[in-house]
């Protein structure tokens, strides 16, 4: 028998069937908000099309003094699932976290890493240095925390998250191998990375460098003149090369370092602006935390006397944050 239904309609009918055959939760995304620019990069790389992900702090927004603001509070409390790091990070927004988590799914991502693997807090008794994004293995063991939030919303898609978890580690796996070649060529006399505040210690455990920071592991803490003094006397007494200032980070302190080191006859480059507790710009390669790293090893390597692309890893790296 002919088939006589007209073209047109029999595409219309086959396009339902295959609405009907579509699982409801592969086109609805999940409303996901997360705070800082690492967390909320992580779920879109776990998440992939699943989820919408709103970050409440943008490029240059310093997490440990950030406090939620009334839209902020209208986003979390209208989300499917709130994402924050903890260990501290977000301290000004610790109590309501921890509140909302009493009504709604609220995930502390970087709490679910083992306390062997973390650092313990020289400004804050029984807590813990909550930069572990500087290296690329211990951010991606936090890979099986975003994959456990998610599937509760949605087991469905598990078999998805964990798919993309892979796919994540091995990217962060190719970082960390070109991180250890790069930094490696650094002479070992110049493994000093001096910053603003001490958010590098995971970075200097992984590579083998030694970190100082201006303040404390938070930017709460003081930066007082003898702390600077004694650092002016340790970049003359060690002929370093560079120190580097951070985008989420005031560069007062780090200027008067260069000046005094210049003072005392020894002259002190800026090796450029890192990236330490914010990413780049939303839309960017160093807006995504593989640009973000990439961007610092990169440009400490380039700084300290390694050969390293200026582009970086993939030659993506647009240039100084």
């Not at 450029?272 to 400490?300: C, K, Q, R």
Request: with cysteine; hydrophobic share 45%; net charge negative.
């Amino acid at each position: 028998m002919t088939d006589t239904i007209p073209l047109n309609r029999r595409a219309v009918l086959a396009g339902l069937a295959a609405l009907a055959a579509t699982p409801a939760w592969a086109s609805a995304r999940l409303n996901i908000v997360a705070t800082t620019g690492m967390i909320a990069d992580l779920a879109r790389q776990i998440g992939g099309d699943q989820v919408a992900v709103q970050g409440l702090m943008g490029a240059g927004v310093d997490p440990h003094a950030y406090r939620q603001t009334r839209s902020d509070i209208v986003a979390m409390t209208r989300a499917d699932a709130v994402l924050w790091h903890g260990l501290y990070l977000e301290a000004q927004m610790e109590d309501f976290l921890l509140d909302l988590a009493r009504k709604r799914p609220v995930h502390a991502i970087g709490e679910s890493l083992d306390r062997s693997l973390l650092v313990a807090s020289e400004d804050y008794e029984g807590r813990f240095d909550p930069h572990i994004w500087m290296d690329p293995d211990l951010w991606a063991q936090c890979a099986p925390a975003m994959v456990e939030a998610l599937s509760a919303l949605r087991p469905e898609a598990r078999g998805m998250f964990e798919a993309n978890a892979a796919a994540f580690k091995s990217e962060a796996a190719a970082l960390q191998t070109y991180s250890r070649d790069v930094l490696a060529q650094v002479p070992a006399a110049q493994r000093v990375l001096l910053t603003a505040h001490d958010a590098f210690g995971y970075f200097g455990a992984a590579y083998g460098f030694e970190v100082m920071g201006i303040q404390g592991i938070s930017t709460e803490s003081e930066a007082g003149l003898n702390r600077i003094s004694e650092l002016v006397d340790f970049l003359v007494e060690r002929q370093l090369p560079a120190v580097f200032v951070e985008t989420s980070v005031s560069d007062r302190n780090i200027r008067a370092l260069i000046e005094g080191a210049a003072a005392r006859g020894h002259q002190v480059q800026l090796g450029g602006a890192l990236f330490s507790d914010a990413m780049g710009p939303e839309g960017t390669y160093e807006g995504t935390w593989l640009g973000m790293i990439d961007h610092n090893v990169t440009t400490i390597g380039r700084a300290l006397g390694a050969q390293a692309p200026a582009s970086g890893r993939l030659g993506k790296l647009q240039g100084a944050a």
